[in-house]
């Protein structure tokens, strides 16, 4: 889809090529050139143009949040916008510095930037294949990509898609992780893309024509060549950075650029042009629409068979990731071969209501957002990018499914710039359950051991995350199964064997919003089709009992524990307004029970100070003080030395 973050014939024989001078000695294919990923999973946007009332920095205010002027934000802390030639060859390279400092400062980090469209003095007016319409393309890409500084720069000025690249990653690459080259580069109305093999004019034994891309109108071997220049040039720029197709939807494509060269005769192999297209990426970015895949025709019924709800929705966004990686692993992209490719997907969504049957409805909208963002975190996936930030309409009166796919309500016309410097956007169901996600899980890591640990049945979605700490997020529910609607139910109890606490905080989809948990037992947990986020009560709790973000319980039973770090065997306070057995267990920062210095004592009401046997026997580090009676569980950080 289109995305703007700021507002703002002839034959290929014709082609007159000379030689390529690298300045770089490696592709992808070669071993260890696919740099390391340790960053975090990120909650991505795609920002939008929404009218004068906002520009780019209060944009991303609403998105990211800044504290300063009182803006919660969406939950978003990586942004994708464009920066095309033709936008900066007309304001400069360096138009966007400001506002790439701004997204800096509200904690906005590993950007994708989409490299694309030519200044009209650079586009080259070829017809290629016959097309009634030019290239949208770059003239002068097979002139050479170096000239060795013979004009200040170390690429070739002629070649104008190459001075370009070097001039706006030179620039922004503090800011920027990945780079994706031509946004949607397989977009196409001809229907060929869809075909199977053997089917006429399919893309798995047929090129695309170039009348068929429509975001290019350039035969594939060009997209191919138009990779391998950025690649050359980021990785010369950028060594750690990461270069990737931008936005991919159909495998068909995929499989094309992986059998053909940048030869611009036919795409084979040559001296010139030794290798395919996956040598110049090493990030494969996609993007799912499922809203599209959620039927099948049924010669049983003579009609469409649809499921139209949550979870067959975010099963299709993995399943289009999985047809992705058997085509990479076909052509040797396995890590044996040739090293495996990355994966970021740079826009994903389904509508807040139905057209033309597709699935749609503001509460799958936000359970799918939810699932989607669980399943790509346990699917490899890097980034997730929603589409879109706001509204492109109001609720009554949307014409296009993918003008209701907004974490807010229109946006249009309530911005700052004019109103008085207030901000007046408000949140749909599905903002509401995206941030939630992300203030739960941010900087939090998929655990897929503790996930198989789960032995989650059939019926229930999730999985486990961790945050390094000794503390786990789980994220539960009941797999919807039904067509058009979101009704489903479970029951689950975690094994012994995960070793999780008997109570546990339990935080609905709309947690940001309403701030509300409860504490539930382990056993015997209700699910619906809408996901839960439970924690395992080993959260660390502040020492200081007058703090007022301690839980209600925390502070009407006083409990402390002293001197903090211990280095002699702790002392316990707590006060009981009635008579109470009480019980103190100590767990390390893997939650497993490793100490019981107070079993089912009996207390009379008041306070009490009482030692803490046994404690002192533990190896010095970081545990959890769980303190317990017959109605309250409270969890203690404590820290031993020795």
């Excluded at 703002?8 to 050139?33: K, M, W, Y």
């Excluded at 170390?154 to 070097?166: C, D, G, I, S, T």
């Excluded at 390094?468 to 094994?495: C, H, I, M």
Aim: charged share 15%; glycine share 8%; aromatic share 14%.
């Amino acid at each position: 889809m289109k995305n703007l973050w700021w507002s703002g014939a002839a034959a290929l024989l014709c082609l007159h090529v000379t030689a390529l001078f690298s300045q770089i000695n490696f592709t992808a294919n070669d071993a260890g050139r696919v740099p390391a990923y340790t960053g975090y999973f990120m909650y991505g946007t795609n920002g939008g143009y929404y009218g004068t009332s906002w520009d780019d920095k209060s944009i991303a205010d609403i998105a990211a949040g800044n504290p300063s002027k009182g803006v919660k934000g969406a939950g978003s802390k990586t942004f994708r916008p464009p920066l095309p030639e033709y936008f900066m060859e007309f304001y400069g390279y360096d138009i966007r510095i400001n506002e790439f400092n701004h997204y800096a400062s509200l904690g906005v980090l590993d950007n994708t930037v989409m490299l694309n469209s030519p200044s009209e003095s650079h586009r080259d007016n070829t017809r290629y294949g016959g097309c009634s319409d030019e290239s949208l393309m770059f003239k002068n890409m097979y002139e050479p990509i170096w000239d060795g500084g013979a004009n200040g720069t170390p690429v070739n000025e002629n070649n104008y898609y190459a001075l370009y690249v070097y001039k706006t990653v030179t620039r922004y690459k503090s800011y920027v992780k990945f780079w994706e080259i031509v946004n949607e580069p397989d977009f196409s109305w001809s229907g060929n893309a869809w075909k199977d093999p053997g089917m006429p004019d399919n893309w798995w034994e047929n090129n695309p024509s170039p009348c068929e891309l429509t975001n290019m109108k350039i035969p594939i071997y060009m997209y191919i060549h138009m990779l391998r220049i950025s690649y050359e040039v980021i990785k010369y720029v950028d060594p750690t950075a990461y270069v990737a197709p931008g936005g991919l939807g159909y495998a068909s494509f995929l499989d094309a650029l992986l059998r053909n060269t940048d030869n611009p005769v036919d795409g084979s192999v040559t001296a010139d042009y030794p290798l395919q297209g996956g040598a110049y990426f090493d990030v494969l970015s996609f993007h799912s629409y499922p809203m599209y895949d959620l039927k099948t025709w049924d010669n049983n019924i003579g009609g469409f068979a649809f499921w139209r709800h949550s979870d067959a929705a975010a099963d299709a966004y993995i399943n289009l990731k999985n047809r992705f990686d058997s085509v990479l692993i076909l052509h040797g992209y396995n890590g044996s071969t040739y090293p495996k490719k990355l994966f970021i997907c740079t826009e994903f969504n389904i509508p807040s209501q139905s057209f033309d049957n597709m699935i749609g409805s503001a509460e799958a909208q936000r359970n799918y957002m939810i699932k989607a963002l669980v399943n790509a975190q346990k699917n490899g996936i890097l980034q997730a990018y929603m589409f879109v930030l706001g509204n492109a309409q109001d609720e009554t009166g949307a014409t296009d499914p993918f003008a209701l796919m907004g974490l807010y309500k229109k946006l249009e016309g309530i911005g700052p710039a004019t109103n008085g410097g207030l901000y007046k956007q408000q949140y749909t169901d599905e903002g509401i359950s995206y941030k939630t996600t992300s203030d739960l899980l941010l900087h939090w890591r998929y655990d897929s051991v503790r996930t198989n640990a789960l032995q989650l049945p059939a019926n229930i979605g999730g999985g486990a995350f961790y945050d390094g700490q000794g503390n786990y997020t789980y994220v539960l529910w009941a797999r919807t199964t039904v067509d058009q609607t979101e009704a489903a139910s479970a029951t689950y109890s975690f094994p012994a064997a995960v070793n999780v606490s008997p109570w546990m905080y339990r935080k609905e989809w709309n947690y940001s919003a309403t701030g509300a948990s409860a504490t539930i037992q382990s056993i015997n947990v209700a699910l619906t089709g809408a996901p839960v986020f439970l924690n395992d009560n080993l959260q660390p709790l502040p020492i200081d009992t007058t703090t007022t973000t301690r839980p209600p319980a925390e502070k009407e039973f006083a409990v402390s524990v002293f001197p903090n770090p211990a280095s002699v065997n702790p002392t316990l306070r707590f006060t009981l307004k009635t008579n109470a057995p009480v019980s103190v267990k100590v767990y390390n920062t893997e939650g497993k029970w490793v100490a019981s210095p107070v079993t089912n004592r009996k207390f009379v009401a008041g306070s009490h100070a009482i030692t803490l046997p046994g404690v002192m026997d533990l190896p010095a580090g970081v545990y959890y003080c769980s303190f317990e009676t017959d109605i309250i569980k409270v969890m203690q950080k404590l820290v031993i030395m020795h």
